[in-house]
């Protein structure tokens, strides 16, 4: 009885202490911000994926972008024949009349449910900075006339776009969407996108890209013009072959890590956080940077950051942080948080005015996290929980990162003049 | 040593390492957020704020159970602690992306143990064995599976456990093959630590490995990783627990056993 009622007291001890301390936990918590804006426009059904008829359009950037481009496309039937027509002048969608043609690989995406089909047509000997028109045509079936504008040669100002995680919430994504293509559309300075990662929640299911790849038919400007992907892997597509099928394989098989020369003073180096940072792929942003070293302008960009604004940091930190500061990287654009974020310039692990900038964490499409602002290296820099997208201007003398609201608001500016190297 | 030692020394062994697994959780949770918070809030559909209580009251609530783990009655903050434990583990499965069906398994000593402490709490330590062997069993099975499957994490602490240690350069190829070798062995004393006979050197060697492997994490990132290193003390002090249990011979079972 003694026995009994002993444990008793302790179970009613136990009750007591853990449910004081877990209320005491829940009240002291931080304010969050709840879900972030929906757009109430969710009519966007984008082009039905039928027949052979191209839908899900994208167009791909990689190491050289004054004069390549892959070109990739939906269709729903495999296509006995799939070319890209194209001519830098407009044909009005006549595609007897564009004077180049490039045959599209064909191939079935790796999925049990969604059994659709991509197009990769790859182009070459592009000349710079000129307007390509083009028509992709599948078994007869052809899409409207599109365009784009090839990256430039020499020391030439321009602009970019830089956003990540547009998983998970289809109403955000349709928002920052149709925000690029608002900013395309106001700007035509702005020549890409390089994207961060975390397209979708599953990288591995088809069903997800499939959505993905028709919400991102938003980013074409009503006259046609197409904004250029350079994209970067996220730790929601880490596996699966689906990422290679939707961008053609960027940067090696297994690697999709690369480099970018815009004009020849920008370099993007893009590098992928699921894999081994400390490996080859140190060894190759070494080589890059080394070799590159006279460039004036030189960035990086990579999903899961070193700095982050929410959660702990990735083997950036510990792999890639010293080489860039070795090298005076310019800004790391980091994504991953679902947050906006500029920490103060880094060195050492230490505040330095000579140090690196790290902006991004993530705001194409995904509920925004409140940040961690009392972190020390957001001392001089910005936190804010609001969805996102950031505009580069390149020109000779300085480097603008402007962070812009699905509002369309510029919530925070940052510029950098070249540094010595 | 005297046999009621050895079953101290083991069930302080255990509730140390759940006092200080609660400790590490809780300021993980507190400093990142933890994956309760996303899976609630990304893939439910909570406000980020109720999660964000719900995650707050929870890492309270593991503080004040770690001292109350010390008094042996007080078996429902082991139950708790478990309970919430094996939340997090569902709830790192489902918002996970790398093989992350082998989270619930590479988790197991750490979910398990408080288990087992409440089996040793009521001197029912048969299965408190067997639960400390299942839960270390599934931890070094899993991450033996992640090492053979090329874990980038476990790839990049190789590269970085030679650079700090034998101040050496270790190719990605190199840090490949001895990350699968790693794999296979762990794997092998996963399973042999599932042999119903006391094999004291496999404890030993996994307690080892698995305290060297959450030291790991502080070595590669620093001490302000230390959350990180303490959340996987379990994977060192469940091993350890059962060598101290296996370090004194059971008349019953010492006839079968074979010598080392
Ligand atoms: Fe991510």
Redesign the pocket.
Known sequence: MKRLNSHRAALIVTAIAVSAAVLIGALTAPPGLGAADRNPDGSYVGTRVEGTTPAQWRLIWEEDPAHAATVSWTTAEQPKKSTLVYDSEARQGDVTKYRFHADATVGQYTDDEVRTWYNHAEISGLKASTTYWFVMVSDGAASREFHFVTGPEGDADFKLLYG??S?SDRDARRTMNRRMRALLEEDPEILALAHG??YVANGEEMEDWDEWLTDHELTVTADGRMLPVIPGR???EAGGPLYDQIFNTPGKKGGNFYRTLIGEQFLLVTLNSNISAGGDQADFLETILKDNSGVRWQCANY??PAYPAVKSPGSALEHWVPLFEKYNLDVAFE????TLKRTCPIRAGKKADDGVVYIGE?GLGVKQRTPKDDRWYFEGGVTASTLHVQKLTVTKSMLTVESITDAGKVYDTFETKPRKR | MSSSTDDRAAIWTLRGAVALTCVAVAARMLMYGGPVLSWLWLNVGWSEQAALRLEHGAAFGLMVCAPLLCWRKAWPAAALVSGWLLFATVAETATG?WHSELTPGALAARWLAPVALIALSMNKERPAEWLLRIGIAGTFLCHGLEAVFHNPQFIDYLIRGGELLAGTRVEETVATTVLTAIGVLDIAVALAILVPKRLRAVAFWMALWGFLTAAARVLYMGWGNWPEALMRVTNGAVPLTLLLLWSRPKPAEAEHETPE
Request: hydrophobic share 0%; glycine share 32%.
């Open positions: 990540g995680d998983r990662g975390d996220g730790n929601h999903h899961r994504s991953d948080g679902h993530g | 992306t």
